[in-house]
Nanobody, 115 residues
């Protein structure tokens, strides 16, 4: 079994920054990819950013130029640096990981951006 523990959510004013972190632990042979999804009230869950074991990244259009995803392979940890946040970024942010070809999800962390 694999556990994902998220940290770093909270309340911030528009234009501010937050850094989300997610640590994977448990029975891990290989983490193929890690990243973040988010779900705003009344909306579907959507991809924010993903990073592969080789360091390749992909961002949602809304995250490009504002967010940066990074990964510490030695610590099985992924970070999401979010800058220039706006109220439209308000959502529960979920960490996910593809571990040994299986998908795992974190519990979610709330990000709230006030105008």
């Amino acid at each position: 079994q694999v556990q994902l523990v998220e940290s770093g959510g909270g309340l911030v004013q528009a234009g501010g920054s937050l850094r989300l972190s997610c640590a994977a632990s448990g029975s891990i042979f290989r983490i193929n990819a890690m990243g973040w999804y988010r779900q705003a009230p009344g909306k579907q869950r959507e991809l924010v950013a993903i990073i592969t074991s080789g360091g390749s990244t992909n961002y949602a259009d809304s995250a490009k130029d504002r967010f940066t995803i990074s990964r510490d392979n030695g610590k099985n940890t992924v970070h999401l640096q979010m800058n220039t946040l706006n109220p439209e970024d308000t959502a529960v942010h979920y960490c996910f990981a593809v571990v040994d070809s299986r998908d795992y999800w974190g519990q979610g962390t709330q990000v709230t951006v006030s105008s």
